[in-house]
């Protein structure tokens, strides 16, 4: 079945420093990546999507770019902010393979704990 | 503005009681989902819905329960079979149920047994 493999942390960086979290997948067809973010307390909030091979979603100065020939999604900032803080899941929503249709379920990794210090 | 609500935020129950977790959505979205997420855990899928009164079973349905008598609302029980409720729930909705369509979630309801 699908699944994802996040790089464990928890993660912590000064401010500006420079962020990657890995992000591997496993799955059949072709799926849709996402990368969302959850701030203390809350719900999950979208944050990035790829949608096919060799697309780069980006949004806040986030950015990560579908490859498929090493079935990654891995997430990088160049400067990262103490309101960056954060858990980060990447997660994948199942493709349609020949002739399918997929359902929609979100296989998600089992978060990242950012931590930006000042 | 269009979102997501969910209510209450903290909820409690003690050991054997059913409790329902409120989801409603503004989006006009036809699919919607309850997630359950556990410390240190990525979010596993409890049902989700396609439309009005139609639902299905996602990985870890047991001791649950839903409804969708509204495209509006997608209500979640919990009840006294779920060996082991406490956790954050969350719910989410999405324009339909495959394609890529973004799904977008809910503040999250924080539930403990006593």
């Known amino acids: 079945g699908d699944s994802v493999t996040q790089m464990e942390g928890p993660v912590t960086l000064s401010e500006e420093a420079f962020l990657t979290i890995n992000c591997t997948y496993t799955?059949?067809?072709?799926?849709?990546l996402f990368w969302y973010v959850q701030y203390p307390g809350e719900g999950l909030q979208l944050l990035l999507k790829?949608?096919?091979?060799?697309d780069k979603g980006s949004n806040k100065g986030f950015e990560a770019t579908y490859r498929k020939e090493t079935t990654s999604f891995h997430l990088e900032k160049g400067s990262v902010q103490v309101s960056d803080s954060a858990v980060y899941f990447c997660?994948?929503?199942?493709?349609?393979?020949?002739?399918?249709?997929?359902?929609?379920?979100?296989?998600f990794g089992q978060g990242t704990i950012l931590t930006v210090h000042p | 503005d269009g979102g997501i609500t969910q209510s209450p935020k903290y909820l409690f129950r003690k050991e054997g009681q059913n409790v329902t977790l409120s989801c409603e959505q503004n989006l006009n979205h036809d699919a919607m989902y309850w997630y359950r997420q556990d410390p240190g855990q990525g979010l596993r899928l409890i049902y989700y819905s396609q439309i009005v009164n139609d639902f299905q079973k996602g990985d870890i349905a047991e001791g649950y329960s839903v409804s969708r008598e509204k495209k509006e609302s997608f209500p979640l029980t919990v009840t006294s079979a779920q060996k082991n409720p406490t956790a954050f729930y969350l719910c989410?909705?999405?324009?339909?149920?495959?394609?890529?369509?973004?799904?977008?979630f809910g503040p999250g309801t924080r539930l403990t047994v006593l």
């Open positions: 799955a059949t067809g072709y799926p849709s």
């Open positions: 989410a909705s999405s324009i339909l149920l495959g394609g890529t369509d973004t799904q977008y």
């Open positions: 997660a994948l929503r199942s493709g349609s393979g020949a002739g399918g249709t997929s359902y929609g379920k979100l296989t």
């Open positions: 790829a949608t096919k091979a060799d």
